[in-house]
């Protein structure tokens, strides 16, 4: 670890960052796929066709047929404008949950590897206890248990997903707490949360948003799997709850869940490529060859 | 020889006959198991507390009843062995047979006094409707059971089969609350079968009662795998993870394709009418306006609901009682031409009634894939109306507590008929405190439609009945409490194999008949 370039991190570590990125073509590709992402779902109300629910007597017609470039589903909705508008539930569980994981998981993490001693045993096991739960059945319990409202989906997966982020913070925290820098700043006198939070976190960074986008992919493949299972929120057209309905008419309508399902694909594959991209820019050697 | 003796031998006679072409065929074999599919855990498994539907279908085949009746709707002994009715009509004398509980104590005229007074009348949606006409139960001997009604009330003795009215050990819950009595989860009954183990979520077995006194059942034990997922159940049957499949738990979309697979035999068809219907809470602002709720029968499209909800299983709402019964039916007041779809007319009685951004609760069992694809319907129909719905599934058990506290705006049920609107049907309409399940829980009240109810219920003649139903049509269909989605078609699905199904009325009825033919 070299001690020197720490405290400088600023603008030009950002730069050489973003250099390193371009250089993985995965990465570029998993960005370009998460800006569309986000521009299908930003932009859902002007570009679906129709609105999501509506329906009519015109169900299961095969893509291309009277105006439905993807079809209809059972209860006569066009399929395509389901698709363009679950773009958002999926980006703003992920994100949001992504963000509540890797919040929760930093706090953990800088608080056990800086203070140390018994407080990061007991933060430790905390960790651990959350990391061995089968993260899905305790989903599935939750939120059949406190409903489907996008909130409880976003706030389940977020708790259930910061241990990673936590341990990565940790060991980070751990490193740096010895260099110089930080010990400069303790001789200057700064109070311990100054040091943790505006000294070493801006440091530990970029590690930490590797693991968000990575999880990001995963609450995403989460949320589609609650919804398959029927625990989405039905008042919302999201692609799991898609899956859902179209499971029971997948040999009479195979479109139904083709393209959901190919929404899941790409989003996932988006955001965990763009993962890959992010590792190779802030740790080129970690890089995968 | 008695003339009761003479019309069981005539009886034993003619079911002979009508079984000999089906014995020349294939002879009923002993033993096996066989898997029935249930959706959801039942709550417990006393059915002299509740009408629930997995309850009702492991709770009739280890209890019995004072009759029972056959698929065609006759009704024959269970318990009894013979009955007498008084020439006014009034009094019921029943003959009770030999026969033992489980635990080996002999069942009495006390249990029956006792089963249907201390546990059914204060908590049996239907029997406690039923017990309104009822002046008293007595056991003049131990094998002896008269009931005295204070009207003539028709539907008595389909009342008194193990769904209404199953006798359920005296000594077992003398001196307890029957509502949390540990034999409610392990039930000693004296039925086909006994309770053997129930793994909750997963399983409830029964194994064959030696000791039974009507026809031994034929299987060594009946396992209810509970299925939660509706795709789950058509693929465990096709599999052959399951043999036996009620249209109730069917996903109505999957039914073509077993009636399409070779291994598996389809059935469609009535057995005991149904209705899918949906409560309007009229102590929700908004919906206490008669207005708004004819505003939700004009806006919903409830063809669509049968075709994409139902899979066709079903026939668009004519009226309070469904099209199941002619005398409860009138062709002035049906629904579908008296509120046809029409979102305009929806439109100006909701302006008419000053009434714009209703949000509505949508409160559904989860693990009823129509009542979802209903709901999605209804948010889409009543949204293009400015009526914003939000779908609310809850677990059965969840959904049961709120919607009969009150804590619903719409809610979709389905009720059965039991074989006469008197017992299925009258307490969807008949005022009723708020906390029974299963009964009125739109909070509508109008003493003279529960008078006319009595009066219906009271009279044996048809034509006479029909007078009745008229009015209470003419007044439901202005008020409409419930908007009445359809009549169900049954359907069931089993293994290529299994024989013996829908002997008796109730597809839930008379498990003890199936068997297993040789392959």
């Known amino acids: ?289 | 020889m008695t003339w009761s003796t003479v019309k069981r031998a005539l009886f034993v006679f003619a079911a002979l006959l009508l079984a000999v072409p089906a014995a020349a065929q294939e002879t009923p074999v002993k033993g096996g198991t066989a898997i029935v599919i249930l959706g959801s855990d039942p709550e417990h498994l006393n059915v002299g507390i509740s009408t629930s539907y997995p309850t009702g279908a492991v709770g009739a085949n280890i209890y019995s009843g004072l009759v029972r009746s056959r698929a065609d709707g006759r009704p024959e002994g269970d318990l009894a062995s013979s009955w007498t009715v008084s020439d006014d009509n009034l009094t019921y004398t029943f003959k009770l047979r030999q026969a033992n509980f489980h635990d080996g104590t002999p069942v009495t005229s006390a249990d029956v006094v006792y089963s249907m007074l201390q546990i059914e009348a204060p908590n049996h949606g239907r029997f406690k409707t039923a017990y309104d006409q009822i002046a008293s139960i007595e056991a003049p001997d131990a094998e002896t059971v008269v009931i005295t009604l204070k009207v003539p009330y028709a539907p008595l003795l389909s009342l008194l089969t193990v769904f209404d009215a199953p006798v359920l050990p005296k000594h077992v819950f003398e001196g307890t609350d029957p509502l949390t009595n540990p034999a409610n989860d392990a039930p000693i009954g004296s039925g086909p079968f006994k309770f053997a183990s129930w793994v909750r979520g997963e399983r409830v077995e029964i194994v064959r009662n030696d000791d039974y006194f009507l026809d031994e059942a034929l299987l060594d034990k009946i396992i209810f795998r509970i299925v939660p997922q509706d795709v789950a159940r058509s693929t465990a049957l096709e599999v052959g993870e399951a043999d036996l499949l009620w249209g109730f738990y069917m996903p109505p979309a999957d039914l073509p394709r077993l009636a399409s697979d070779p291994n598996l035999n389809t059935w469609t068809g009535i057995t005991i009418p149904a209705l899918y219907f949906v409560f309007i809470n009229t102590n929700t602002p908004g919906l206490d306006d008669v207005r708004v709720r004819q505003a939700i029968m004009y806006a919903v499209d409830r063809d669509q609901v049968v075709e994409q909800a139902q899979g066709g299983l079903g026939q668009a709402g004519s009226g309070p009682f469904g099209a199941g019964f002619a005398y409860a039916y009138d062709e002035s007041t049906d629904y579908r031409t008296r509120y046809p779809f029409d979102q305009e007319k929806a439109k100006a009685l909701l302006a008419e009634a000053g009434v714009s951004g209703l949000q509505l609760r949508f409160v559904y069992d989860s693990a009823r894939g129509a009542f979802a694809a209903a709901g999605d319907i209804m948010r889409d129909q009543l949204r293009q109306v400015g009526i914003d719905l939000v779908l609310q599934p809850a677990e059965r058990a969840v959904m049961v507590d709120r919607v009969y506290k009150g804590d619903y705006d719409l809610t979709m049920q389905s009720f059965t008929s039991s074989g006469d609107p008197t017992i299925g049907y009258h307490r969807i309409y008949r005022s009723a405190a708020p906390g029974t399940p299963f009964v009125n829980a739109t909070g509508y009240s109008n003493p003279d439609i529960d008078a006319w109810l009595d009066q219906a219920g009271g009279l044996a003649d048809q034509d006479a009945r029909a007078e009745y139903y008229a009015r209470i049509n003419e007044v439901l269909a202005n008020d409409v409490p419930v908007m009445v989605m359809f009549d169900e078609l049954a359907s069931e699905a089993s293994s290529g194999n299994l024989r013996g199904m829908r002997t008796l009325l109730d597809q839930r009825d008379g498990l003890e008949f199936l068997w297993f033919a040789k392959p």
């Open chain 1, 1 to 289: 670890m070299e001690t020197a370039a720490a405290p400088a991190a600023g603008r030009s570590n950002a730069s050489a960052a973003w250099r390193r990125f371009r250089r993985s073509s995965s990465g570029v590709f998993g960005l370009a796929l998460v800006v569309l992402l986000t521009l299908v779902a930003v932009l859902a109300p002007v570009l679906a066709p129709y609105d999501p629910h509506t329906t009519s007597r015109a169900a299961f017609m095969p893509p291309l047929a009277a105006g439905h470039v993807l079809g209809t589903d059972n209860l006569g909705r066009d399929v395509l404008s389901q698709v363009i508008w679950g773009s958002r539930v999926s980006l703003m569980v992920g994100l949001a949950a992504a963000a509540t994981a890797t919040l929760i998981g930093v706090l953990v993490g800088a608080l056990a590897g800086y203070l140390g001693g018994w407080f990061d045993e007991l933060l430790m096991r905390i960790t651990e206890f959350f990391q061995v739960i089968p993260r899905f059945v305790l989903a599935l319990i939750v939120v059949a248990f406190f409903g489907s409202g996008l909130v409880n989906l976003i706030l389940v997966i977020g708790v259930l997903s910061w241990p990673q982020t936590a341990r990565l913070v940790r060991s980070q925290y751990l490193s740096h707490k010895t260099l110089p820098y930080v010990d400069a700043g303790r001789a200057l006198g700064m109070r311990k949360f100054r040091i943790m939070f505006m000294q070493i976190l801006p440091n530990a960074m970029g590690p930490v948003l590797v693991v968000a986008s990575l999880d990001v992919a995963q609450a995403i493949l989460l949320e589609a799997s609650l919804g398959f299972f029927g625990l989405g929120d039905p008042n919302l057209t999201s692609w799991g709850g898609m899956l859902n309905t179209a499971q029971t008419f997948i040999r009479r309508a195979w479109w139904m869940s083709v393209f959901p399902g190919f929404g899941i694909t790409l989003a996932v594959l988006g955001f965990n490529l763009f993962g890959d991209g992010l590792t190779e820019a802030y740790d080129p050697r970690m890089a995968p060859r």
